[in-house]
């Protein structure tokens, strides 16, 4: 049987396929293939985000791949400028304190405000709201232009891209993968790279991996009309309490109540609760009056069990690349992230986008080394 045989097969083509696939074609990484599930790329998580790329989401492990990704994304024209609110009552007092203790060496930049300045950026403030912290930096990402980006320079370095792909069977023979995908298909590759994000943990079982415990958590976002309109310099208003956020779109108020609910792998859909809970605790932020809700959509943000992505060959399985567990800043850290993974897979030397990253701290064989 005469089958094609590729350097390295990634499988999901969402941000994280696509950008390593992009990333290891620039980095001459010989024959690669990248098999997508749905008819088309972007229909999972990634096109389900709430499009912003904010220094501190995700905690300071996160910081060393969104700051550089910053960069990038700004010379590249994906961000435009927003910034981040998180507010708190008095309650909320020592958890202002701890989220600033947190990032005190991180690199990002933290202003306190006072209640008037708070007031400036986000008018109708229930009065409890008393303190703030403000991130200048936060921005918006233009997320379906970043990964066209990256799927249009795949293809420029020859990647041969496959929708309605769903890979079924992956075995490894003789240093190669055989793999078969869900329409009969079959293909053979050296690498195989684990991009499949809800479904990571399920890729790796079927390959013969252990699963590392990679959790899809469902999170819903509304896009509400209110009255007032939300001002178009309103900023990323986040609870320091991780209660809800919520950002002014064209006009419309896209709101979250921060829902983290464990989900399998699966097409997401809202459930009515999340989208009650997310407009009763917008009503407790702003006196604004909510007219209606226009849409609601849910995503899955899957998470290793710390909480950090997992970048690096497989400990136990020769061959098989972990590019998974993206959690909630799988766009904002997207660029730092791809080139660091294609260089971790191919043994390219760091470049000034990954130079001050500790790739120990997303590395697979932690959780080997945590269980022994
Ligand atoms: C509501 C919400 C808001 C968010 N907001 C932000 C934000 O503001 N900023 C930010 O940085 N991040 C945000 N995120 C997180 C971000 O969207 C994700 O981290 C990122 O999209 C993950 O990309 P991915 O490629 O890993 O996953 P996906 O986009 O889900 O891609 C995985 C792909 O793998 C495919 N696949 C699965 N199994 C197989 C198989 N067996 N064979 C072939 N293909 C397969 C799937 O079809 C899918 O297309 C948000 C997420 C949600 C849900």
Not at 130 to 158: F, K, N
Not at 286 to 299: E, F, I, M, N, Q
Request: aromatic share 8%; glycine share 10%.
């Amino acid at each position: 049987m005469n089958e094609d045989i590729y350097d390295i097969a990634v499988v999901g083509a969402g941000m994280a396929g696509a950008s390593i696939a992009a990333e290891l074609a620039q980095l001459g990484g010989g024959a690669i293939v990248m098999l997508e599930a749905e008819d088309r790329p972007g229909y999972h998580t990634t096109g389900r985000s709430a499009a912003f790329w904010e220094e501190c989401y995700g905690g300071p492990e996160i910081v060393p791949l969104t700051l550089p990704s910053g960069t990038w994304l700004r010379e590249h024209g994906f961000l435009t400028p927003r910034g981040a609110l998180y507010i708190g009552r008095a309650e909320d007092s020592a958890a202002m304190d701890a989220f600033v203790a947190r990032f005190a060496n991180s690199g990002v930049s933290i202003e306190r405000l006072d209640r008037a300045s708070i007031e400036r950026h986000l008018p109708g403030l229930r009065p409890e709201w008393c303190m703030a912290l403000w991130e200048e930096a936060c921005a918006d990402i233009d997320v379906a232009g970043v990964h066209q980006h990256y799927l249009a320079a795949a293809r420029q370095g020859g990647v041969e891209q496959r929708n309605r792909a769903r890979v079924s069977q992956a075995e490894r023979v003789s240093d190669l993968w055989h793999i078969t995908t869900e329409h009969g298909d079959t293909l053979r590759a050296r690498i195989l790279v684990n991009a499949a994000g809800a479904w990571a943990d399920n890729v790796a079982r079927m390959a013969g991996a252990a699963a590392l415990g990679i959790q899809p958590l469902r999170r819903t976002v509304v896009q509400l009309r209110t009255d007032p309109l939300p001002p178009v310099d309103l900023p990323l208003v986040l609870d320091i309490s991780g209660q809800f956020y919520f950002k002014p779109e064209s006009g419309r108020l896209w709101l979250s109540p921060h829902d983290e609910e464990p989900s399998p792998p699966c097409d997401a859909a809202p459930e009515e609760l999340a989208v009650a809970q997310a407009i009763d605790r917008f009503e407790h932020v702003v006196d604004w009056r909510v007219l209606g809700v226009d849409r609601k959509w849910a995503g899955l943000r899957s998470f290793a069990p710390d909480r950090a992505p997992v970048y690096g060959f497989d400990p136990g399985t020769p061959g098989f690349f972990w590019f998974a567990g993206q959690g909630g800043f799988g766009i904002q850290t997207a660029p730092a992230a791809a080139r660091l993974g294609a260089q971790l897979l191919l043994g390219a030397e760091r470049d000034e986008l990954t130079q001050a990253i500790d790739a120990a701290l997303y590395d697979p064989a932690r959780f080997v080394l945590d269980s022994r």
